[in-house]
């Protein structure tokens, strides 16, 4: 049996301006009529759609401006629901929705303390400008939230840093370039690569990130990139990596914080429609949502 542990707050992020493949755009609409999320009513949880953030005036302005104002608007969101003492989860679109997801959510704590993140994603997604190969932002989310990279996204609703290094880690990378890997390791940031997971297992992973970003922190969130399971799981988004975590392995571990009274708020991004198979990450953005936010009784 399923018990109710939260009402979750969602908003929507259809936007795919970041990426190279926009398709994610059309996540979080296909989400909202979903039957696996009136199935997870049936289960117990309760749930409501705030808003949806979209792309505005895209023929006028630049990606950066767009994405600029896209955060922005995320981040009152997420900061008003945050400030209401409601648990919140972001549907993405793609993952430079982190920038508004986690500006918004530190706005409201950081007089508190500082914020701790779990960065469950098959890339680092930790480029700057300079370092980018192809200039997509989201490749660059995490540097941002971390106070590296352009300013306009540095400075979501205010300029200082939303992260602290010691305060982040990774799971389940396995595709990256020199310069993000250089900028997360100068700054000590705490990597589980894929083939640690492997060797550890997920759940003791877990157990160890949860203890990074709660050690000083007043609370933390988890973003998790539908990318980070393996494509037999999860065949639907833009940049699939092999190799990666399986979907109930990824569900099973994240019971480990479906209880956690210091989770702000969590956040799935970059499901595809138009790349699924079968519904299967359809169903999985679902399954990841109940794991976060139910548990067995």
């Keep these: 049996m399923l018990t109710k542990q939260r009402t979750i707050r969602l908003v929507g992020y259809a936007s795919g301006v970041a990426a190279s ?20 009513k049936e289960k117990g949880l309760n749930f409501q759609w705030d808003t949806v953030i979209s792309p505005k005036d895209l023929l006028n302005q630049s990606p950066l401006s767009v994405i600029t104002q ?6 009152e969101a997420v900061s008003k629901i945050v400030q209401d003492n409601h648990f919140f989860t972001v549907i993405g679109g793609d993952h430079s929705a982190a920038i508004g997801t986690w500006s918004g959510a530190h706005a409201q704590v950081q007089h508190r303390g500082a914020m701790g993140l779990i960065w469950i994603d098959a890339h680092l ?50 595709s990256y370039e020199v310069g993000e890997e250089e900028l997360l390791k100068k700054l000590n940031v705490r990597i589980y690569f894929m083939d640690e997971v492997d060797r550890r297992g997920l759940k003791e992973v877990m157990k160890e990130a949860i203890e990074i970003v709660n050690a000083g922190t007043v609370g933390f969130g988890i973003t998790i990139d539908v990318d980070s399971v393996d494509p037999v799981d999860a065949p639907g988004t833009g940049v699939s990596e092999p190799g990666g975590i399986r979907a109930k392995e990824l569900c099973d571990a994240l019971s480990l914080i479906s209880n956690d009274s ?8 970059e499901f595809d429609p138009h790349l699924d198979k079968g519904q299967k990450t359809e169903k999985l953005v679902a399954d990841l949502l109940a794991a976060i936010t139910l548990s067995s009784a």
């Design 70 to 75: 896209e955060s922005q608007d995320l981040a």
């Design 262 to 269: 210091r989770l702000i708020g969590a956040e799935i991004v």
């Design 125 to 174: 997604d930790s480029h700057t400008p300079e370092t980018s190969p192809t200039g997509n932002i989201h490749g660059m989310p995490l540097a941002c939230l971390l106070g590296h990279g352009n300013p306009a996204l540095t400075s979501i609703l205010n300029d200082v840093p939303k992260l602290k290094p010691e305060h982040v880690c990774l799971i389940g990378v396995r």
């Design 21 to 40: 493949d926009s398709g994610c755009a059309k996540g979080p609409l296909v989400m909202q009529s979903s039957p696996f999320m009136s199935e997870l």
